[in-house]
């Protein structure tokens, strides 16, 4: 259903809730006030998104992915600040069955944007990690430092840290590899 759509509907009843209190209605009018704030609220938050992030917290990928699936066309079904999410949960998602696939997705949710530091700071850190497995180490320090940036709570410090020190032994290895080829 059209986003403006439900706004219509969550002022309808709305509009209803208050007019049952004004007739004294107190007991059907306030749970209809409950109503159309959900109705509202799916106006920002897309049901179909919230049950996908549900089903990856649980890592339940199938049925995340199923409930993605439900938005066929998410120009028009999201707003505009949820796009850059749909993707970014696309691309993790994807980033489970085949990691070098999900980059595309992890681009396209950083170009339409995203409001929350953590979820930029989480692409970019899934693009570094890319970028290293392409053996691409000035793209993946590059995107380190961005995501470190990004991550102002340290929600991924642990994880920004942990790839780092990846780098390093990616760093080693490459050195030991000349060494042993000049010998």
Same mark, same amino acid.
């Given at each position: $259903?059209?986003n403006?759509i439900?706004?219509?509907?969550?002022? &309808?009843?709305?509009?209803?809730?208050i007019?049952? $209190?004004?007739?004294?209605?107190?007991?059907?009018?306030?749970? +209809?006030?409950?109503?159309?704030?959900?109705?509202?609220?799916?106006?920002?938050?897309?049901?179909n998104?919230? +049950?996908a992030? *549900?089903?990856?917290?649980?890592?339940? $990928?199938d049925?995340?992915?199923?409930?993605?699936?439900?938005?066929?066309? *998410?120009?028009?079904?999201?707003?505009?600040?949820?796009?850059?999410? *749909?993707?970014?949960?696309?691309?993790?998602?994807?980033? #489970?069955?085949?990691?070098?696939?999900?980059?595309?997705?992890?681009?396209?949710?950083?170009?339409?944007?995203m409001?929350?530091?953590?979820?930029?700071?989480?692409?970019?850190?899934?693009? &570094?990690?890319?970028?290293?497995?392409?053996?691409?180490?000035?793209?993946?320090?590059?995107?380190?430092?961005?995501?470190k940036?990004?991550d102002?709570?340290?929600? +991924?410090?642990?994880?920004?840290?942990?790839?780092?020190?990846? $780098?390093?032994?990616?760093? #080693?290895s490459?050195?030991?590899? #000349?060494?042993?080829?000049? #010998?």
């Amino acid at each position: $259903m059209p986003n403006f759509i439900r706004l219509i509907i969550a002022f &309808a009843i709305l509009g209803a809730a208050i007019t049952l $209190m004004i007739f004294g209605h107190w007991g059907w009018g306030i749970p +209809l006030v409950f109503l159309a704030i959900i109705v509202a609220l799916t106006f920002f938050f897309n049901e179909n998104m919230l +049950l996908a992030q *549900y089903h990856l917290r649980k890592e339940n $990928m199938d049925k995340a992915k199923v409930w993605l699936d439900k938005i066929t066309d *998410y120009e028009k079904q999201l707003v505009s600040a949820q796009q850059g999410y *749909y993707h970014l949960l696309l691309g993790l998602i994807e980033s #489970r069955k085949s990691p070098m696939q999900s980059e595309k997705y992890f681009k396209k949710a950083l170009s339409l944007g995203m409001t929350m530091d953590h979820n930029i700071a989480l692409a970019k850190l899934s693009l &570094a990690g890319i970028a290293m497995a392409k053996r691409n180490k000035r793209e993946a320090a590059m995107y380190l430092q961005e995501a470190k940036k990004a991550d102002k709570n340290k929600l +991924l410090a642990d994880q920004i840290k942990m790839m780092k020190d990846q $780098m390093g032994q990616l760093d #080693r290895s490459v050195q030991q590899t #000349r060494n042993y080829r000049t #010998r």
